[in-house]
């Protein structure tokens, strides 16, 4: 893939060194890495831009629970992208990085780690040492995670991360909750929730994320129950979880469908929906009616005779409800209902006055009173209830059935739903403000919008609690009397103690120490403790707004940094997790929005589109890819990726890449095989003044891409900022402008000196383009061409400006037409066979919209591009062109000429001679071909700068010649360094 032209070092000026010849970008890193630490360049860019206008980014924290994969290094490109051109335009920033620090991902890692397998593992060991190894884990990843952003060419001020797990942030949090108690928001609920039996802890409705359902098959069960007051008459019910049975209270039908009573061949009648019917083999239906009349039917219980249900269900029975959300497609329409384990079943019970059944405790087993069940898992109680079924009879058919089931997003256990008392922020006074608030924040892409809107309107209560250990300690002191209070901070905590306080000073406000302190019930004068709960962990990270911007402790800093202007951060999840937390806690505290932008980007997936997982094996560890790849080819390809789609990433794509950032380096190692410091006399990246016309239009070119470019990033589209640039050095620069250009950057030709202006103005300044997304090798490009009187790093540059006076759109739009006209010509030559290098007569075009100066310099460009003697205009030609393909004698000499002065020229380039080198040339070739180069010789002399040339007398076939073919036939060449007289 790589042109390896050797050039030794000391025979040029602008010394690409050789880690830039080879490509090796995680060379190239490693050594601007350094060169970034040694020069400290990151703080001059600081010092730089200190007290100028802020631009304030405000970093969502990233777990620090384990090392980066690549998909985390999508955001950070952004998040370096960014800030690097902010500060490029001048800007002073907080550059601050945040580390997500408590909570059940880190928990789980390390009861992992010690291979514990239940809360009580963990009490047993001690809540204090446990909540230590976390802290401990968390301290260990930030490190790693700080090290591979480095490496990625992240810059940030690491030695000032801010941690979730902080004293800062955990009273901050606090203050926030105390606010919440102060308005009235806070409340204990008692509701049935998600619940992992493993975690043993509520799973709030914002973590069942899509990814948390999984296909899973379960055993359902089709129950008969006997109608009270009617013999041989059942209703009939289905249900998937079977382990709920024992918890029935009631049944539920629809009171507008039509349900039936069906008689099997043994007499017997069941009652469901009529649509179903034939769930009875050879059935007959007898009598249809809608649901509405089955309405307080009574029925006999399954489990009557266990004590705690016999407690609950003795004085009402079992009465038939009507509900309407019942649908037609699945079961028998016929809903079980138990309150104490599903959430509709428990709205229904305050509804209609049902009992409450509450089978299951922490654990997710049964609790006292259910007989031969207590003691057992709820996820192991199937078959003993099916049993237990089977001998009452009541078991009508038992069979597979597979469904998309919620499980925990962190041990992936299956979740069971759990009738419990948690703690709750109301958000039904918040809903309006928070909508508005939303409304105020700019969203990119656009649907971010309505996807909050939509999370915003059907959320329910934000439940805060988790009975877990690693986490913010909930300041919620609630008294035997009924009262609750919230403490807001450590002092007010010290000034309420009344025993404890001892032994938790000078900690964090952790568990188990915070625990340790008691304060005094304001209403009975009790002694209360702390509830034994912790945080939701999306209040750590909600409150960084605040607690990062020293809204506790220096008011002006924060209302100089907030709100921020830019959060960037995944879209999947955020609705409701990071976006919806910063917004409800900046709601609560200030009534505002905590940031100007909100800038989100899909998910990382596999090259096929898959989603990557270690146990897949298709996962790729950002270690790894950055050792293989480089940062920079995955910098480019993240920021050229349109945010709205999921990336795919791997080694294929990464190679399509760097095929391309070749092309970029061809240009600078062309300029840097070309170009002499002596060339330059006062090198500048001001803009040139010239007469080219190829000059003209490729700074105009480039005065365009300056826009285009700080347009989008001033939207924070990357995607089309860096489509834009890639464009311009493929397409613009490489394809067209050096193609056109090279014969001027030869010793002595003619407008030298204007080109090699040009195109230093050009690399010079499409470095600091490049510079925000691939600093590295801008850096490498920059260092190379820079001159004393510049800045030592292409990082302390300032961003290019447009100058719109150098943007001539009218040649800008005849060079298309000159582009467009050169493609259809080499088209038709193509078509015809005939070689570019063959002169050919003329072409006959249809006249440019209208002459104006330089549209003789234009008719050159097609002339020599597409090779013709002449250029015709003619009207009668209105789109397409044509070219005489006709090649008398003379034109077909030229050809060989031609051919032969590429096949030189191409050897000495192989054979890796400068420009100025003198060289001989030795050939032999066959009768014909030898006339034509002997006539032509003093030509082929000065076009190939040679010395001389000499036939040989016969084929040579020694290693350096060469067989080649001219005009198909053989001729054998050798170039040779060296002096000679010509003959
Ligand atoms: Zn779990
Ligand atoms: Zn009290």
Redesign the pocket.
């Known amino acids: 893939m790589l042109i390896k032209t050797f050039i030794p070092a000391s025979e040029r000026f602008w010394k690409l060194n050789k880690l830039i010849m080879e490509l090796d970008f995680p060379k190239i890193e490693e050594k601007i890495l350094k060169f970034w630490k040694e020069k400290k360049i990151f703080e001059k860019l600081r010092e730089k831009n200190q007290g100028k206008e802020r631009w304030s980014f405000l970093d969502g924290p990233i777990t620090a629970n384990n090392p980066m994969g690549v998909h985390h290094a999508w955001g950070r490109t952004y998040k370096d992208l960014f800030q690097r051109y902010k500060a490029m335009q001048g800007f002073e920033q907080r550059f601050q990085n945040g580390f997500d620090c408590q909570g ?1 991902w880190v928990e ?1 890692e390390v009861e992992k780690e010690m291979g514990f397998k239940t809360k009580k593992d963990i009490e047993k060991f001690g809540i204090g040492k446990f909540v230590e190894a976390c802290k401990k884990r968390v301290l260990k990843y930030s490190k790693v995670q700080t090290e591979q952003s480095i490496r990625l060419g992240q810059w940030m001020d690491w030695e000032n991360s801010y941690y979730t797990m902080s004293d800062e942030n955990n009273y901050a949090i606090w203050n926030f909750l105390k606010k919440c108690w102060q308005k009235k928001l806070l409340y204990k609920g008692r509701d049935v929730v998600p619940w ?4 043993g ?1 509520a ?1 709030s409705q914002h973590e069942i994320l899509t990814e948390e359902y999984q296909e899973l098959t379960h055993k359902s069960v089709f129950v008969k129950l006997p109608v009270e007051g009617r013999k041989n008459t059942f209703f009939l019910i289905w249900t998937t979880t079977p382990w709920t049975l024992p918890a029935n209270v009631a049944l539920a039908v629809h009171p507008e469908l039509i349900y039936a009573e069906v008689q099997d061949k043994e007499g017997n009648i069941f009652i469901f929906l009529k649509s179903k019917a034939d769930l009875i083999s050879e059935g007959k239906v007898i009598k249809e009616f809608l649901g509405e009349k089955l309405e307080n039917l009574k029925y006999q219980g399954m489990f009557d005779e266990l004590p705690a249900v016999k407690k609950s269900v003795e004085k009402e029975g079992h009465r038939v409800i009507l509900w309407k959300d019942i649908s037609e497609e699945e079961g028998t329409g016929i809903v079980h209902i138990a309150p104490g384990c599903g959430q509709e079943d428990f709205q229904l019970s305050k509804e209609f006055n049902l009992p409450v059944v509450n089978p299951t405790n922490e654990e997710s087993k049964y609790k006292e009173g259910f007989d031969f069940l207590t003691g057992k898992l709820v996820g192991e109680a199937a078959d003993l209830i099916f049993d237990n079924l089977n001998k009452k009879g009541l078991v009508f058919k038992i069979e597979d059935y597979a469904h998309r089931y919620p499980t ?6 299956e979740l069971i739903f759990r009738l419990v008392d948690e703690w709750y922020i109301s958000m039904e006074k918040l809903r309006k403000p928070l909508m508005e608030i939303a409304r105020k924040i700019k969203w990119i892409p656009s649907f971010g919008l309505e996807r909050e809107l939509d999370w915003l309107k059907n959320m329910q209560d934000w439940l805060i609690s988790k009975k877990r250990y690693w986490g913010l300690a909930l300041p919620i002191y609630e008294c035997a009397c009924g009262n609750f209070e919230v403490i807001g901070s450590k002092e007010e905590l010290k000034e309420r103690a009344v025993s404890g306080w001892k032994k938790f000073e000078g900690r964090s406000p952790h568990r188990s120490w915070v625990d340790e302190v008691k304060i005094k019930c304001s209403k009975c004068k009790k002694l209360v403790s702390r509830i034994p709960d912790v945080g939701n962990p999306w209040l750590d990270a909600g409150i960084v707004p605040f607690s990062t911007m020293g809204y506790y402790e220096n008011k002006e800093y924060w209302k100089k940094w907030f709100p921020a202007d830019l959060i960037c951060e995944s879209f999947p999840g955020q609705f409701k997790n990071w976006f919806y937390a910063i917004i409800v806690m900046s709601t609560v505290l200030e009534n505002t929005n905590p940031t100007g932008t909100i800038f989100g980007y899909a998910s990382v997936r596999d090259e096929k589109g898959e989603e990557m997982h270690k146990s897949k094996g298709n996962a790729i560890w950002f270690d790894e890819a950055v050792e293989k790849i480089g940062a920079e080819p995955m910098r480019w390809m993240y920021a050229k990726q349109n945010p709205v789609y999921n990336l795919k990433f791997g080694y294929g794509p990464a190679e399509e890449i760097k095929r391309k950032l070749l092309t970029l380096y061809n240009v600078f190692s062309f300029f840097s095989t070309y170009v002499d410091k002596k060339d330059l006399p006062v090198a500048s990246s001001k803009l040139p003044v010239t007469k080219n016309i190829l000059d003209k239009w490729i700074i105009s070119r480039f005065n365009n891409l300056i826009e285009k470019v700080t347009r989008n990033l001033d939207r924070y589209n990357a995607s089309l900022a860096t489509l834009a640039i890639e464009k311009f050095f493929i397409d613009d620069l490489s394809l067209w402008y050096i193609r056109r250009s090279r014969k001027k950057f030869h010793q002595g030709a003619e407008g030298r000196k204007d080109a090699i202006k040009t195109l230093y103005y050009l690399l010079l300044n499409l470095t600091k383009l490049i510079a925000p997304i691939m600093p590295f090798f801008s850096e490498e490009m920059y260092l190379s061409l820079k001159s004393d009187n510049m800045p030592e790093s292409i990082h302390l540059s300032d961003w290019p400006k447009t100058d719109k006076e150098k943007i001539n759109r009218d040649l800008e739009k005849k060079m298309t037409e000159v582009r467009e006209i050169v493609t259809q010509a080499l088209a038709q030559r193509a078509e015809v066979g005939i070689k570019v290098r063959q002169p050919l007569k003329e072409l006959r075009i249809p006249a440019f919209a209208k002459a104006t100066a330089g549209e003789e310099e234009l008719l050159e460009l097609i002339k020599e591009e597409v090779n013709v003697k002449k250029i015709v205009f003619d009207k009668k030609i209105k789109k397409e062109i044509e070219l005489d393909t006709k090649i008398s004698k003379t034109l077909k000499e030229e050809g060989i000429v031609r051919d032969f002065i590429r096949n030189v020229q191409k050897m000495k380039k192989e054979a890796g001679f400068l420009p100025k080198d003198r060289v001989l040339i030795y050939y032999f070739a066959e009768r014909e071909i030898r006339n034509i180069i002997e006539n032509k010789k003093y030509f082929i002399l000065k076009e190939t700068r040679t010395e001389n040339i000499e036939l040989k007398k016969e084929v040579i076939r020694e290693p350096f010649y060469l067989g080649t073919k001219v005009d198909n036939q053989k001729v054998y060449l050798k170039v040779k360094k060296g002096y000679s007289k010509i003959k």
Request: glycine share 0%; with cysteine; proline share 7%.
């Open positions: 059940l789980v992992c039996p493993r975690c802890t799973i925990c997003w962190r041990c992936k256990e």
